[in-house]
């Protein structure tokens, strides 16, 4: 049997492989889906689901307050590897955290925190954040290791801020 001859161009027979290669790239470039571990971030984020971070140059832009981020690397050689990556922002250089009588204080007011649960533990601080520095908290502040333990982190450190839970499919949405 005779095979019939493909007179399309280059172009015309690879171009769903182009697309499908950009389209990868530019998803890779701009995102990264992590899967969560630990209760740290619980109830916003549950052990299990997983969360898209957009990826952001967070050390030429300043990172919003109360956002939710995920680091390169676990922060701290403390607790399991991989638990120490997401976390919410309290502070950004600059200001002045400080926890007494179980609130959070930021530049001397009391922080509304209707996405936190348990006890913020023991009086800390204040403590002032430098150019670069940010003070991030887990909203289970009972089950996180955060600033309050291993001090002020590093912007440079971060990769993006989580934007999306994708999975489960029933709690997909906005963070």
Known sequence: MAQK??????????????????????IFM??????????????????????IVSKENL????????SV?????????QGEENTNKV?????????TIEIKNGLVYRNGEALDETYAT???????GPITLGEGEIFV????????????QVGPLLTKDLRGT????????SEWGKI
């Open 162 to 169: 989580c934007s999306w839970i994708v999975w489960p499919l």
């Open 30 to 51: 701009f995102i990264h889906p992590i899967a969560i571990s630990g209760d740290a971030m619980s109830p916003t984020i549950k052990a299990g689901e997983i969360v």
């Open 69 to 77: 981020v995920d680091f390169h690397k676990d922060f701290s050689d």
């Open 118 to 124: 348990g006890d913020n533990g023991q009086a800390m």
């Open 137 to 148: 908290l887990g909203d289970n502040r009972e089950q996180s290791l955060d600033s309050r």
């Open 59 to 66: 050390e030429k832009k300043e990172p919003e307050l109360f």
């Open 87 to 95: 976390r919410r922002i309290i502070g950004i250089p600059g200001d």
């Open 5 to 26: 001859k493909d007179n399309r161009s280059f172009k015309e027979k690879y171009r769903v492989y182009f697309a499908a290669g950009i389209t990868a790239w530019i």
